[in-house]
């Protein structure tokens, strides 16, 4: 007989990459859970590693596969309704080889643990490249294309949306089907070596725009060296936009 698993985890906190934790310092979810038997059976663990994982990553992105159950401790539970409370350490929740511990309680009183070893991989979408891509590349919709990947294996920093890219550059040369990380791209440089712009010299009493040019690439906001053109001076200045640049006075 099926069982029963209501997906009602309850979060201490909000936020997807921060669940509640444990007084040992370990994420953990509150599952209910219906035991119509009294063996804890194989079955019942991967419904329960299945649900409290989908739980933690409730996003469309993210599939969770239990793909095999090495060990788990049987116990006597009694029928009915019980809780759930499924822990984690920070590494198992990205899923791989993990080891958990079940606690199941009844009218707030625990009646059981099954510590358990198993893999589980929780796939999501990511960001690759549909073929080799340059370095300085600025890059557009047709350079990447979406792939599954297992959460285990991917670095911190991969990218998913293609939001994350718009506008951006590769900063070296990315292979067809590499995972695309935010280390991979840059904003491009509004002002390149060699670009004349305007330099702006002021405070609350003067106000003074000449020409200079830029000795390096800069970006918003970033500190750039320049020429002063008329005085052949080596400044330094804030890049404002494309065209300006704020000279330190």
Do not use: W
Request: charged share 25%; hydrophobic share 40%; net charge positive.
């Amino acid at each position: 007989m099926k069982k029963a698993i209501l997906l009602s985890l309850v979060f201490v906190c909000s936020l997807l990459f921060n669940p509640g934790r444990s007084a040992a310092g370990q994420p953990f979810v509150f599952l209910d859970f219906q035991k119509t038997g009294t063996i804890l059976q194989m079955e019942e663990v991967i419904r329960l590693l299945e649900a409290g994982f989908q739980n933690l990553y409730p996003e469309e992105r993210f599939r969770i596969e239990v793909k095999s159950v090495q060990h788990y401790e049987k116990i006597t539970l009694p029928a009915g309704g019980l809780s759930a409370e499924l822990t984690l350490s920070d590494a198992a929740r990205r899923g791989g080889n993990i080891s958990a511990l079940l606690s199941f309680s009844l009218e707030g009183k625990e009646v059981g643990r099954s510590r358990v070893r198993a893999r589980v991989e929780v796939y999501t979408e990511v960001l690759v490249a549909a073929g080799h891509l340059g370095r300085h590349l600025e890059l557009q919709a047709k350079d990447l294309q979406p792939a599954s990947r297992s959460l285990s294996s991917l670095p911190a920093d991969f990218l998913f949306e293609p939001g994350q890219i718009r506008g951006k550059r590769t900063t070296a040369a990315i292979n067809r089907g590499q995972v695309l990380r935010a280390g991979m791209v840059e904003e491009p440089p509004l002002l390149k070596k060699g670009d004349r712009v305007l330099l702006l010299i002021e405070n609350h009493k003067l106000r003074i725009v000449t020409l200079g040019e830029a000795k390096e690439e800069g970006r918003r906001g970033e500190q750039i060296k320049l020429i002063n053109l008329a005085s052949r001076r080596e400044v330094s200045g804030r890049v404002l936009d494309s065209h300006t640049v704020r000279i330190d006075f």
